[in-house]
């Protein structure tokens, strides 16, 4: 806004002003005003040098802004966490150094506009001493008259103000042209994922998903696998169970089935057509994923429930309930003050994990997705709970596809396929009774969590 409403501004009246000036000093003596235009070519070298070294260093200035304002935003989402942990003293140390650092590098472009500062103000004094000096001497020999020489040292502070004022608009511009490619290379830059010309004509998505040989890493790693030859097949309507460890590949599984990524090698098909060529807007909003980190709008329950049926369905009040009784989310929402109008803050400060997690699906339920991807949704929900939402879905009129990653056996183990995955590999796969016949690594994991259950439920009887 500054560049474009005074720098650009006082550069095109700077430029007018020059020129103008210049010509009318022609016109009264060009001896005179010859000499004055030899003094042009250092101003240009001036200039040009002082440009070239701000501009490094404006781009260093805004970089080291980005990262401390970065910090800063941290610091006041996460500031429970540094309060629980005691960590104010350490965290003001590091703000402490990234303000240093910025400080450091506008030290550094005030430096260097100290060194050609005062040669573009010698320029403009020098500008009065070649007028005066040589103006002087050619009224003394009768080249000039008095009165000429008057009128062009009149003109005189036209030349001597844009020569004056070039330093400080070169800073300017640059500030502005640093931050200017910044946000024309966020604005220009083509995301990875690019939708085909020919995609197929949008329809309803039925919930096949093929999985064939799919390998996967990304392109910043193109030698660290996240994937590896996944293979397998489920059908529409099925219910598919996703076990792992932290790490193993679960979520970026999932994700190439939304087409946030594109896999490496090997084809994901949904409905038995690869999932490049669907249309990004129908392949998204049938394929609906509720993220292990859940994000809820400053806005009404009723409204971020809503948000996911988006433009294209109508919905009531009744609609928005019954999505929330699926979830299980309608009798904590009845129990707040103001029910389903109840103001959630920011990213749904105030409520508890397992809340916005019943809320983040009903949300997603509300999108009537064919293919239900639930990335680890009840971890913060009791044992009760989670058997209540598991319940209301299989009770759904509509079969929807449901893809369930989890660490709970019990989350996965109505699943009609199981696939258990290690450093990105299916290491097993088969139903829960038969991983557990298996006694590999499902049975492993299964009988853990049930002795881990046991002497829970032993230690609160006694």
């Known amino acids: 806004r500054h560049a474009l409403s005074w720098v650009s501004y006082q550069v095109l009246d700077c430029a007018v002003m020059f020129i103008g000036a210049l010509i009318m000093m022609f016109s009264i003596d060009w001896r005179l005003a010859l000499a004055l235009a030899c003094v042009t070519p250092f101003i240009f070298v001036l200039t040009r040098g002082l440009s070239s070294h701000a501009k490094p260093l404006f781009f260093a200035i805004r970089n080291s802004l980005a990262e401390m304002n970065s910090m800063v935003e941290e610091n006041i989402e996460g500031n429970r966490v540094v309060k629980a942990f005691v960590r104010e003293p350490y965290e003001?140390?590091?703000?402490?150094?990234?303000?240093?650092?910025?400080?450091?590098?506008?030290?550094?472009?005030?430096?260097?506009?100290?060194?050609?500062?005062?040669?573009?103000d010698g320029l403009?004094?020098?500008?009065?001493?070649?007028?005066?000096?040589?103006?002087?001497?050619?009224?003394i020999k009768g080249y000039m008259t008095l009165g000429n020489l008057v009128a062009f040292n009149s003109y005189l502070w036209m030349i001597d103000g844009p020569v004056r004022q070039s330093g400080w608009l070169i800073n300017d511009w640059q500030r502005f042209n640093a931050s200017c490619i910044k946000i024309r290379k966020l604005l220009t830059s083509k995301s990875r994922i690019q939708e085909k010309p020919d995609a197929k004509a949008p329809h309803r998505i039925l919930g096949d998903i093929d999985f064939k040989h799919v390998n996967f890493a990304f392109p910043d790693e193109p030698d660290t696998p996240i994937l590896q030859d996944i293979d397998f097949h489920i059908s529409a309507g099925a219910k598919l169970g996703i076990l792992g460890e932290t790490g193993a590949g679960k979520s970026t599984l999932v994700s190439l089935i939304s087409r946030f990524?594109?896999?490496?090698?090997?084809?994901?098909?949904?409905?038995?057509?690869?999932?490049?060529?669907?249309?990004?807007?129908?392949?998204?909003?049938?394929?609906?994923?509720?993220?292990?980190?859940?994000f809820l709008f400053s806005d009404s329950i009723e409204g971020n429930i809503g948000f996911g049926a988006g433009e294209q369905r109508e919905y009531d009040e009744q609609y928005i309930r019954r999505m929330a009784t699926i979830a299980g989310a309608d009798n904590f929402i009845r129990g707040l003050p103001d029910g389903y109008d109840t103001i959630v803050g920011e990213r749904g400060v105030g409520l508890s994990g397992g809340q916005k997690q019943r809320l983040s699906l009903a949300r997603a339920l509300a999108d009537d997705p064919s293919i239900l991807i639930m990335d680890d949704t009840t971890s913060a929900v009791d044992m009760e709970t989670e058997a209540e939402i598991q319940q209301h879905l299989r009770e759904l009129d509509d079969k929807k596809t449901i893809v369930t990653i989890a660490h709970?056996?019990?989350?996965?183990?109505?699943?009609?396929?199981?696939?258990?995955?290690?450093?990105?590999?299916?290491v097993e796969r088969g139903t829960h009774d038969e991983l557990v016949a298996a006694?590999?690594?499902y049975w492993e994991i299964y009988h853990k969590q049930l002795g881990l259950q046991a002497g829970c439920a032993q230690g609160f009887e006694e």
């Not at 500008?127 to 005066?132: A, E, K, W």
């Not at 056996?409 to 590999?425: A, T």
């Open 92 to 120: 003001t140390e590091k703000f402490d150094e990234h303000n240093e650092d910025y400080m450091q590098r506008n030290m550094a472009q005030a430096y260097n506009s100290r060194k050609y500062m005062p040669w573009l």
């Open 124 to 139: 403009g004094f020098s500008l009065q001493l070649i007028t005066l000096g040589l103006g002087g001497f050619l009224v």
């Open 261 to 294: 990524y594109d896999p490496t090698q090997g084809q994901v098909l949904i409905d038995g057509i690869d999932a490049r060529d669907w249309p990004l807007a129908t392949l998204r909003s049938q394929v609906c994923i509720v993220a292990q980190d859940t």
């Open 408 to 426: 709970r056996i019990s989350s996965v183990k109505d699943s009609d396929l199981i696939l258990v995955l290690e450093h990105g590999r299916v």
């Open 439 to 441: 006694h590999g690594r």
